[in-house]
């Protein structure tokens, strides 16, 4: 049943974690101590956290610069004692150099670190190194305790002048940085030294533990998987939109499956390599098709359990608006990757995803309107063509693609997510508003439809 408006936040965020078979009822995301580890864990690096580099462009606070430190929050999917951090300048065009880089306990919606759990980060026992175009570079490892849910900052200094950097954008996070000049400031406490935000995370591509864990799982998706909008609230009612809550930043889809996991008993780390407009097809002016960043993105995470992929979206509500057809030849190519690589995958389907609204394309058709929020839907009709590609993509998906070679499961967001009254529409207490990116509530759905059985028992 659709939530009503001013529904508490506290009882939908229940109502979910229970979806979730999740252990107890919290608004606020902290540190959970892990459930009974089983038997298959043995000591072995995994990833904590992780968001795929996107490009080199001068935007948002990449602009370059000189003599500058930067302060990035993120939070961890797993618990650990000891960490190392990887930094990636894949897209970047000129060398760049860490003067210096910390690991600490950080705070949501600040940038002061507790010093108490601090530490220096050191490359082949320096303090420094240089990041070529094109490269990467993973600290040495660093006696470092935290739990799950521990939001954690990594503190970085950019020495002398440097040139925009392989970037991911964030969107929904709040990161920090000095004015040029500053100088090396990565130990400043209470952070006042940082006096500018960015939304981006800047060369910080991942953070691994090492332990007794059973290994890795990579959601590899768009937007959607890389939590677009999973800060938004679930009390307002489609068409009215959702907005913002200032300290929800555990609500992406690979935050819900951390915790869900940990509640189960696993030890398993969790990354997101979802990045905003990546399409399964070939879009000009479009990020690089997961088949062609499956390499640098995917193969380089540690100890793999298997991925979860989540496309098609892009491609359906793109100026293009593509047809199930080439989407299912790119997605069988896909999952022929995949299986090369000898992963074991779980594909998704589409929920609501947005229309086509291209006048140009053949499937266009009407498209929601303050008069009628749900036109273009399936139900009653007439569609827009991308919700009839959509259902033949889904269905194609529920056949043919959950017999492909290499394929373990299905995770059926569409039943999880659409509103049986309205199924071309997400459910209202899952959209943020604009009927293709979920909020916080929906991401938890879509992590509690993804099968376990092929993982580690």
């Not at 043995?42 to 430190?69: C, H, L, Q, Y």
């Not at 006696?143 to 970037?167: E, H, I």
């Not at 060369?203 to 939590?227: C, H, K, P, R, W």
């Amino acid at each position: 049943m659709p939530l009503s408006p001013g529904f508490p936040k506290a009882l939908a965020l229940c109502a979910m974690a229970l979806a979730a078979s999740l252990s107890g009822c919290t608004t606020k995301v902290t540190a959970i101590v892990p459930a009974t580890p089983v038997a298959t864990a043995k000591p072995i690096w995994v990833g904590a956290w992780g968001a795929s580099m996107s490009n080199a462009e001068a935007f948002n606070d990449n602009t370059g610069g000189n003599e500058r430190s930067y302060r990035f929050l993120v939070t961890s999917t797993i618990d650990g004692s000891q960490a190392r951090v990887k930094f990636s300048n894949v897209y970047g065009r000129s060398p760049v150099t860490l003067g210096a880089a910390r690991l600490s306990w950080g705070k949501d919606g600040s940038a002061a670190i507790d010093t108490a759990h601090d530490t220096a980060l050191k490359f082949n026992g320096s303090s420094s190194v240089t990041i070529a175009p094109g490269g990467t570079v993973t600290s040495d490892p660093a006696d470092f305790a935290f739990g799950m849910g521990q939001v954690l900052a990594v503190s970085v200094y950019l020495k002398g002048t440097f040139d925009p950097v392989s970037r991911h954008d964030a969107y929904f996070i709040k990161n920090y940085t000095t004015a040029d000049g500053a100088g090396d400031v990565t130990t400043d406490g209470t952070g006042a030294a940082f006096t500018r935000t960015l939304p981006d995370w800047l060369l910080i591509n991942e953070i691994d533990v090492y332990g007794e864990y059973q290994g890795t799982l990579a959601m590899f998706g768009s937007s959607t998987t890389d939590g677009f909008k999973a800060d938004y609230s679930s009390d307002r009612i489609y068409p009215a939109p959702n907005v913002p809550i200032a300290d929800q930043h555990a609500n992406r889809v690979t935050d819900w499956m951390a915790r869900r996991l940990n509640a189960a008993g696993y030890r398993i780390g969790v990354l997101n390599a979802g990045i905003p407009g990546n399409a399964v097809t070939e879009l000009p002016g479009f990020a690089p098709t997961p088949i062609k960043r499956f390499a640098q993105d995917i193969q380089t995470m540690p100890n793999l359990l298997g991925v979860v992929s989540y496309f098609g979206s892009i491609d359906l509500r793109s100026s293009d608006c593509v047809s199930a057809p080439a989407m299912e030849v790119a997605t069988q190519q896909l999952v022929a990757t995949v299986a090369a690589a000898k992963l074991p995958l779980v594909l998704t389907t589409l929920p609501p995803t947005g229309l086509c609204n291209n006048p140009a394309q053949a499937n266009y058709g009407p498209l929601p309107s303050a008069a009628n929020p749900y036109a273009g839907g399936l139900t009653p009709g007439p569609a827009n063509g991308a919700e009839v590609q959509r259902a033949a993509f889904n269905q194609w998906i529920l056949s043919t693609g959950a017999n492909l070679p290499g394929v373990v499961g299905i995770a059926d967001y569409d039943k999880a997510l659409s509103d049986p009254q309205h199924p071309s529409f997400l459910l209202p207490q899952y959209n943020s508003g604009d009927n293709f990116h979920m909020n916080g509530m929906g991401y938890g759905a879509e992590a509690a439809a993804v099968p376990l059985t092929f993982l580690p028992k």
